[in-house]
């Protein structure tokens, strides 16, 4: 299973990504842990770049969830997130 | 009216004929002695290659000597001609600026910045190297507008070049007995093209040496969204313009392929204008020169660069005039998010 927090762009350029945080758990410790119930982590987000919603540009950050199944078959599932710069948010 | 003399008095250091009047006869000058280099290596290689039956032209020694006085008739003018079309409306600062463009392609592609603090801004490094005269930061500027003369004189050059070389060969052609009647008759022609290109390239660079440097200083580097600056704007040159303007630009660009085609699309998403003036004439000794607010809207996106795309952050100076061309300047700047980081203590 791997956990990423990252940016990526869309709109009429090619995509560029770029994670900020990745952390891969291994079938070991996925046996250890208890899936079930909450698994927190925690990540210090950067300064920039911010969200962004222009006209050829949109600039998206997400915490994306990857699952990697016994049979060869794999999972993703992400949720966007809004980073904007704390002066804005007053 | 003053007639031009072809000679003044040297007094001391001070230049007593007119600057634009020797300028305009340098490249006269230059260009004539590429194309006369052109014209006599062109005549040297017939006279070699082609069988006459009266040699007007040495084919021994005599023969390379003239190939080496061609071809360093048009190495010179020709070089000549391109440094002079470089060095018109350049002042020192300018000049500096052009130089350093090759530290501008950090605003294009990611740098060592993207490990730093703020991922994916540019650092805007090359921006702040150069103190102004008025306030802290004189900004360099991006791209030349001499690629109108440049392509003139190319052309000019070129198209004569060519002439002459058939001329030649009309020549050895009357020579052998065996005239070449209507690529004779297709020399005048030639010639009458030839002429425009040539008076084409001439208005071209009396309209370049009267646009003069544009210089933009700024009190503070790089830039907070919210926050005011002072600019200060100076226009070199002897013009009248109609209008000019500075403007506050934010662009965004995307690259993308289209089949095999990598394609670079720009849109500028938002304007804000700093400066209007109208009717402004500008003369050598009165550059036109004003001050300005500069404010970075409180909800903009920051300068962002990544591989394939960017916002990018630019103060533009734009004049409209006549019978001078329209030219416009732009003066890259880096905006910071919101928020910046707090500065490292070295304690």
Same mark, same amino acid.
């Given at each position: 299973m791997e956990t990423s927090v990252l940016w990526y762009t869309e709109g009429k350029g090619e995509e560029d990504l770029q994670v900020h945080h990745f952390e891969r758990l291994g079938a070991a410790e996925l046996l250890i842990r208890q899936l079930s119930e909450d698994?927190?982590?925690?990540? $210090? &987000? #950067?300064?920039? #770049?911010?969200?962004?919603?222009?006209?050829?540009?949109?600039? $998206?950050?997400?915490? /994306? &969830? /990857?699952? @990697?199944?016994?049979?060869?078959? %794999?999972?993703?599932?992400?949720? =966007?997130?809004? &980073?904007?710069? #704390?002066?804005? $948010? /007053? | 009216m003053r007639l031009p003399k072809p000679w003044s008095k040297k007094r001391g250091k001070r230049i007593a004929g007119r600057a634009f009047s020797g300028t305009v006869g340098e490249a006269v000058f230059f260009a004539v002695l590429f194309l006369v280099g052109v014209f006599t290596l062109a005549l040297t290689v017939a006279q070699r290659w082609v069988p006459v039956s009266a040699l007007v032209l040495p084919t021994g020694l005599g023969f390379w000597i003239l190939i080496v006085l061609s071809l360093a008739l048009v190495v010179t003018g020709g070089v000549a001609l391109a440094f002079g079309i470089l060095q018109i409306g350049a002042s020192s600062e300018r000049r500096s600026a052009l130089a350093r463009r090759a530290g501008e392609l950090e605003l294009i592609r990611p740098s060592l910045a993207d490990g730093s603090v703020l991922p994916t801004v540019p650092r805007g490094a090359n921006l702040t190297d150069s103190p102004g005269m008025r306030l802290a930061y004189r900004l360099p500027s991006t791209g030349w507008p001499g690629w109108r003369l440049a392509s003139a004189a190319v052309l000019a050059l070129m198209w004569n070049?060519?002439?002459?070389? &058939? =001329?030649?060969?009309?020549?050895?052609?009357?020579?052998?007995?065996?005239?070449?009647?209507?690529?004779?008759?297709?020399? =005048?022609?030639?010639?009458?093209?030839?002429?425009?290109?040539?008076?084409?390239?001439?208005?071209?660079f009396r309209e370049m040496s009267g646009l003069g440097a544009t210089i933009v200083e700024i009190s503070e580097h790089p830039l907070l969204p919210g926050h005011d600056y002072q600019g200060y704007v100076a226009q070199f040159g002897r013009m009248h313009l109609r209008k000019l303007q500075v403007e506050l630009i934010c662009e965004e660009e995307s690259t993308y392929r289209q089949g095999t085609d990598l394609r670079v699309e720009k849109k500028t998403i938002r304007c804000e204008k700093v400066l209007l003036d109208r009717g402004v004439t500008i003369d050598r000794?009165? #550059?036109? %020169? $004003? %001050? @300005?607010? =500069?404010?970075?809207?409180?909800?903009?996106?920051?300068?962002? /660069?990544?591989?394939?795309n960017a916002v990018r952050w630019k103060v533009v100076v734009t004049g409209e005039a006549r019978p001078w061309p329209s030219f416009c300047q732009s003066f890259p700047v880096v905006v910071q998010p919101g928020s910046t980081p707090p500065r490292r203590s070295p304690r």
């Open positions: 698994q927190p982590f925690a990540t $210090r &987000l #950067p300064y920039s #770049p911010l969200s962004y919603d222009g006209q050829l540009l949109r600039i $998206r950050w997400c915490v /994306r &969830l /990857r699952i @990697f199944l016994a049979g060869g078959d %794999e999972l993703m599932a992400q949720q =966007l997130f809004c &980073l904007t710069a #704390p002066d804005a $948010r /007053r | 070049g060519g002439w002459l070389v &058939l =001329l030649v060969v009309v020549i050895t052609g009357f020579q052998q007995g065996r005239p070449r009647w209507v690529l004779t008759g297709l020399l =005048l022609p030639f010639a009458g093209v030839g002429v425009w290109a040539f008076r084409y390239f001439l208005a071209r000794q009165h #550059p036109w %020169e $004003r %001050e @300005f607010a =500069l404010k970075v809207p409180s909800d903009s996106m920051h300068s962002f /660069r990544s591989p394939h």
